[in-house]
């Protein structure tokens, strides 16, 4: 028994309404922004403001050309309501209310067509209350937009009658062209009803051999694609040249054209609707994927990227994890069973007499199928995949219900509209949070379908703008945030969509996955959010930063200050810190990193655990801690705070010091106080590693005399260090016959490799540092003096040595322990 029409359109309305006000009250219920790929979409979806201050065709042109991976129809489509409304989250997300009631729309006939009104009109209500589609409504998502394509495309190549109606047809072919301009997963939906039409059309292909062609026909054809095409790309022909075709996106748009107006200007027969709609699709999608014709590439790399290491063919889970997907996302375990059996029973009881229920729904199972085929065979993974098919799963199980005896049918009926109602109820207020959490395991998952200003929503997690806030406040520190939290209403996407929306002019920098590059990008940017607590979706090498900074890292706690904290409901808190301190953004300037980078591998090679490194001031410490080339311990010395030389530690044995052109008379007075070893760097930036020692004992020692020069009076040394030390060394000298002589002090081994050595003018104290690398084997070495002149180059020999070697004499032995 069919339903009267008037009752149709007053049902069919209230279940409009109520979804439309259900999303809006949700909407305005709700201030946290949800969800990492809907943040990425507002950000562009703002962007377009600046391309779309005009309609001219360049404007045109790059609005439909713009993303470099994500198609634009998303965008374009919002922006009458950004306009109307406010460029915000809330007027972008109204385009998906709109689109939700065209989806209950089309869904009732689809339904309608295929099994009847009263079967339309239930899917359609039940398509209302389905928990993800109300999410896709609430969210800024591509899903609903897209759903609302397969479901036409559906619908359309129904009523096209293989073909016959040149309008459907033409509905269809359109549809399937602003589903691909909305998502290139558009194809996954359809591919099996569309073959599944080309084979109940097959005879129509016999046609193609006889073909005639008009000449007059092709020739206006040609001249219509090649004036429409040039009126697009001639404007644009400086932006094409950025596209991999180029100037040959001209000549690709006309061998699209020509076909659609030979086959649109021909009289209506199957093949020719078919080759009409079949270009108009193409003509429509290739607005982007002609120009991003290596999108191909792009999306295997993008797949791969945001799969899960264990993802594959090979894998089980890839062929379960859909159905899943429907159980806990889409349904919940309570709706699923009272849902799933007794819908499926009609049709597998059916199936098992060899007959259908319905012979039209064959469209939409081979719709569902495809679906499943082609998403347990690639990377996707999200349960937001399969909102497109819930149109066509709740018809089908509409028919099934339908199957049932009036009694029992009107009872399963009620139960499954007041199971997914009051499901969707738990989902649109937050009234009901407690209730939902004490039965959370009857309902769907919280993965989209999540309460309004509830738990992770609470207005109380909306920080993301007082931070962006803060930084604006401060504009002496440049406009850089390092972003090291990732959670539901605050990770880098909210921060860029803020920055966009706020027309703020700061970088955020996302320090949370495992690609960044860590401790580099968090140095960089002289703000620095963090928070303590359970952070798991943060990436491994994300969390060691967190826990490294929390534990008081002692180079962070030296450059940065805290500027706020933020706490959350969870009872965790929120760290903002700022470094006022050192260069703004040291990335500004890459050839000087480059060089710093060099000098930080020097000290990681000759760094011993334990010896500790000094920066001499915070802008050189930024510049070289950047790097990263020495965790602890690490002290930063501060001009502002007093004389570099008072603020210096009294370290014991060994110690690296990093200079600048600030700190030049504190090198100076420890080249007076300390042992000078090795050094490293350029007129930026330069390291020295320095001996420390408070008294140096005499070591027996011989005493070498140089013929009409001197004679070596004193020696004072350890008589053993550890490997990665400096070798703190003073000699004393008799009277200085010639200045112009200097003196070699060598630490040499057994097999006369020279493991260290140092050259002094010649004077009557000399210093001396002599740095054994960590690699140096332990044992006995020598230490070695040579007396030459340092015009000539010519060494002076000894006149009294005990060796037979008068040139280079042996003045002690020195003990090298393992570091």
Same mark, same amino acid.
């Given at each position: 028994?069919?339903?009267?029409?008037?009752?149709?359109?007053?049902?069919?309305?209230?279940?409009? /309404?109520?979804?439309?006000?259900?999303?809006?009250?949700?909407?305005?219920?709700?201030?946290?922004?949800?969800?990492? +790929?809907?943040?990425?979409?507002?950000?562009?979806?703002?962007?377009?403001?600046?391309?779309?201050?005009?309609?001219?065709?360049?404007?045109?042109?790059?609005?439909?050309?713009?993303?470099?991976?994500?198609?634009?129809?998303?965008?374009?489509?919002?922006?009458?309501?950004?306009?109307?409304?406010?460029?915000?989250?809330?007027?972008?997300?109204?385009?998906?209310?709109?689109?939700?009631?065209?989806?209950?729309?089309?869904?009732?006939?689809?339904?309608?067509?295929?099994?009847?009104?009263?079967?339309?009109?239930?899917?359609?209500?039940?398509?209302?209350?389905?928990?993800?589609?109300?999410?896709?409504?609430?969210?800024?998502?591509?899903?609903?937009?897209?759903?609302?394509?397969?479901?036409?495309?559906?619908?359309?190549?129904?009523?096209?009658?293989?073909?016959?109606?040149?309008?459907?047809?033409?509905?269809?072919?359109?549809?399937?062209?602003?589903?691909?301009?909305?998502?290139?997963? *558009?194809?996954?939906?359809?591919?099996?009803?569309?073959?599944?039409?080309?084979?109940?059309?097959?005879?129509? =292909?016999?046609?193609?051999?006889?073909?005639?062609?008009?000449?007059?026909?092709?020739?206006?054809?040609?001249?219509?694609?090649?004036?429409?095409?040039?009126?697009?790309?001639?404007?644009?022909?400086?932006?094409?040249?950025?596209?991999?075709?180029?100037?040959?996106?001209?000549?690709?748009?006309?061998?699209?054209?020509?076909?659609? $107006?030979?086959?649109?200007?021909?009289?209506?027969?199957?093949?020719?609707?078919? $080759?009409?709609?079949?270009?108009?699709?193409?003509?429509?999608?290739?607005?982007?994927?002609?120009?991003?014709?290596?999108?191909?590439?792009?999306?295997?790399?993008? +797949?791969?990227?945001?799969?899960?290491?264990?993802?594959?063919?090979?894998?089980?889970?890839?062929? /379960?994890?859909?159905?899943?997907?429907?159980?806990?996302?889409?349904?919940?375990?309570?709706?699923?069973?009272?849902?799933?059996?007794?819908?499926?029973?009609?049709?597998?009881?059916?199936?098992?007499?060899?007959?259908?229920?319905?012979?039209?729904?064959?469209?939409?199972?081979?719709?569902?199928?495809?679906? =499943?085929?082609?998403?347990?065979?690639?990377?996707?993974?999200?349960?937001?995949?399969?909102?497109?098919?819930?149109?066509?799963?709740?018809?089908?199980?509409?028919?099934?219900?339908?199957?049932?005896?009036?009694?029992?049918?009107?009872?399963?009926? &009620?139960?499954?509209?007041?199971?997914?109602?009051?499901?969707?109820?738990?989902?649109?207020?937050?009234?009901?949070?407690?209730?939902?959490?004490?039965?959370?395991?009857?309902?769907?998952?919280?993965?989209?379908?999540?309460?309004?200003?509830?738990?992770?929503?609470?207005?109380?997690?909306?920080?993301?703008?007082?931070?962006?806030?803060?930084?604006?406040?401060?504009?002496?520190?440049?406009?850089?945030?390092?972003?090291?939290?990732?959670?539901?209403?605050?990770?880098?996407?909210?921060?860029?969509?803020?920055? *966009?929306?706020?027309?703020?002019?700061?970088?955020?920098?996302?320090?949370?996955?495992?690609?960044?590059?860590?401790?580099?990008?968090?140095?960089?940017?002289?703000?620095?959010?963090?928070?303590?607590?359970?952070?798991?979706?943060?990436?491994?090498?994300?969390?060691?930063?967190?826990?490294?900074?929390? &534990?008081?890292?002692?180079?962070?706690? &030296?450059?940065?200050?805290?500027?706020?904290?933020?706490?959350?409901?969870?009872?965790?808190?929120?760290?903002? =810190?700022?470094?006022?301190?050192?260069?703004?953004?040291?990335?500004?300037?890459?050839?000087?990193?480059?060089?710093?980078?060099?000098?930080?591998?020097?000290?990681?090679?000759?760094?011993?655990?334990? /010896?500790?490194?000094?920066?001499?001031?915070?802008?050189?410490?930024?510049?070289?801690?950047?790097?990263?080339?020495?965790?602890?311990?690490?002290?930063?010395?501060?001009?502002?705070?007093?004389?570099?030389?008072?603020?210096?530690?009294?370290?014991?044995?060994?110690?690296?010091?990093?200079?600048?052109?600030?700190?030049?008379?504190?090198?100076?007075?420890?080249?007076?106080?300390?042992?000078?070893?090795?050094?490293?760097?350029?007129?930026?930036?330069?390291?020295?590693?320095?001996?420390?020692?408070?008294?140096?004992?005499?070591?027996?020692?011989?005493?070498?005399?140089?013929?009409?020069?001197?004679?070596?009076?004193?020696?004072?040394?350890?008589?053993?260090?550890?490997?990665?030390?400096?070798?703190?060394?003073?000699?004393?000298?008799?009277?200085?016959?010639?200045?112009?002589?200097?003196?070699?002090?060598?630490?040499?081994?057994?097999?006369?490799?020279?493991?260290?050595?140092? +050259?002094?003018?010649?004077?009557?104290?000399?210093?001396?540092?002599?740095?054994?690398?960590?690699?140096?084997?332990?044992?006995?070495?020598?230490?070695?003096?040579?007396?030459?002149?340092?015009? *000539?180059?010519?060494?002076?020999? &000894?006149?009294?040595?005990?060796?037979?070697?008068?040139?280079?004499?042996?003045?002690?032995?020195?003990?090298? *322990?393992?570091?």
């Amino acid at each position: 028994m069919q339903i009267n029409p008037i009752a149709v359109v007053l049902l069919l309305s209230a279940i409009v /309404t109520i979804n439309v006000l259900g999303n809006l009250y949700w909407i305005h219920q709700n201030v946290v922004l949800i969800g990492r +790929d809907a943040s990425n979409y507002l950000t562009t979806t703002l962007n377009y403001r600046e391309i779309l201050t005009g309609l001219t065709p360049q404007s045109l042109f790059q609005a439909f050309t713009f993303p470099d991976y994500r198609t634009p129809a998303l965008y374009i489509a919002a922006q009458p309501f950004l306009h109307l409304f406010g460029f915000n989250m809330d007027s972008a997300q109204y385009l998906n209310v709109v689109l939700s009631a065209g989806v209950v729309i089309l869904t009732y006939h689809l339904g309608a067509t295929i099994a009847g009104r009263t079967v339309g009109l239930f899917a359609a209500a039940m398509v209302s209350l389905m928990p993800m589609m109300a999410a896709m409504a609430r969210l800024f998502y591509t899903e609903m937009f897209l759903t609302a394509a397969v479901t036409t495309n559906l619908l359309a190549l129904y009523r096209s009658n293989q073909f016959n109606h040149r309008v459907w047809s033409f509905v269809w072919g359109a549809s399937l062209g602003i589903g691909l301009l909305v998502k290139w997963t *558009t194809p996954i939906y359809l591919w099996l009803p569309v073959l599944w039409m080309l084979w109940r059309m097959r005879n129509e =292909f016999a046609q193609l051999r006889g073909m005639q062609i008009d000449f007059r026909r092709m020739l206006l054809a040609i001249t219509l694609s090649v004036a429409l095409a040039t009126v697009w790309f001639w404007p644009n022909r400086a932006l094409a040249e950025h596209f991999w075709l180029g100037v040959y996106l001209w000549p690709g748009w006309i061998l699209i054209l020509a076909p659609l $107006f030979y086959s649109a200007t021909s009289r209506s027969t199957p093949m020719n609707n078919l $080759f009409t709609a079949l270009f108009a699709g193409l003509a429509i999608a290739s607005l982007w994927y002609l120009p991003h014709i290596d999108v191909g590439a792009k999306l295997f790399i993008e +797949d791969q990227v945001r799969s899960t290491p264990t993802a594959g063919v090979l894998n089980p889970h890839n062929y /379960t994890r859909n159905f899943r997907h429907l159980y806990f996302a889409h349904f919940g375990s309570l709706a699923f069973w009272l849902i799933a059996p007794a819908a499926l029973w009609s049709w597998v009881n059916a199936w098992g007499r060899r007959r259908s229920l319905n012979r039209h729904a064959q469209l939409l199972w081979l719709s569902i199928i495809s679906t =499943f085929v082609v998403l347990s065979l690639i990377l996707q993974q999200n349960p937001r995949n399969l909102v497109p098919i819930l149109p066509s799963l709740a018809i089908v199980a509409t028919i099934g219900l339908f199957e049932y005896r009036p009694p029992i049918r009107r009872l399963l009926g &009620a139960a499954w509209l007041i199971i997914l109602g009051v499901q969707l109820l738990l989902f649109t207020t937050g009234s009901l949070f407690g209730f939902y959490q004490s039965t959370q395991s009857l309902w769907a998952t919280r993965a989209y379908t999540i309460q309004p200003a509830s738990g992770d929503t609470a207005p109380e997690y909306w920080i993301a703008p007082k931070v962006l806030e803060i930084v604006d406040q401060h504009p002496e520190t440049p406009r850089r945030l390092g972003v090291l939290v990732n959670i539901e209403g605050m990770h880098r996407g909210v921060f860029k969509y803020l920055n *966009t929306e706020k027309n703020l002019d700061i970088q955020i920098v996302d320090v949370t996955e495992d690609r960044s590059m860590g401790w580099y990008d968090l140095l960089s940017a002289p703000w620095v959010l963090l928070k303590n607590g359970d952070n798991r979706d943060v990436d491994r090498s994300g969390q060691a930063l967190i826990e490294r900074i929390l &534990a008081g890292d002692p180079l962070f706690d &030296a450059l940065y200050d805290l500027e706020q904290t933020f706490p959350m409901p969870d009872r965790e808190t929120l760290y903002l =810190f700022r470094r006022a301190k050192g260069p703004g953004l040291p990335h500004d300037l890459p050839i000087r990193l480059a060089d710093t980078h060099e000098l930080a591998k020097w000290i990681q090679a000759r760094w011993r655990p334990g /010896t500790p490194l000094i920066y001499s001031t915070p802008d050189v410490a930024v510049w070289v801690g950047i790097h990263d080339p020495v965790q602890s311990p690490v002290r930063v010395l501060d001009p502002t705070n007093g004389n570099l030389e008072d603020q210096f530690p009294q370290p014991e044995g060994t110690a690296f010091v990093v200079f600048d052109q600030a700190s030049l008379q504190l090198e100076t007075w420890l080249d007076q106080h300390a042992y000078r070893g090795d050094d490293a760097g350029n007129d930026d930036a330069w390291v020295v590693v320095y001996g420390f020692a408070h008294s140096l004992p005499d070591l027996a020692t011989t005493t070498p005399q140089w013929e009409n020069a001197t004679a070596l009076t004193s020696l004072r040394t350890l008589p053993s260090i550890q490997a990665g030390e400096v070798l703190p060394v003073e000699i004393e000298m008799s009277t200085i016959v010639d200045a112009g002589y200097k003196l070699s002090l060598r630490l040499v081994a057994s097999d006369n490799t020279v493991v260290a050595s140092q +050259d002094r003018s010649l004077d009557k104290t000399m210093r001396f540092g002599l740095f054994a690398p960590p690699a140096t084997q332990a044992g006995s070495y020598q230490l070695i003096v040579v007396l030459y002149d340092a015009e *000539t180059l010519t060494n002076i020999p &000894a006149s009294s040595s005990i060796a037979d070697d008068s040139v280079h004499v042996m003045i002690g032995e020195i003990q090298v *322990t393992p570091s």
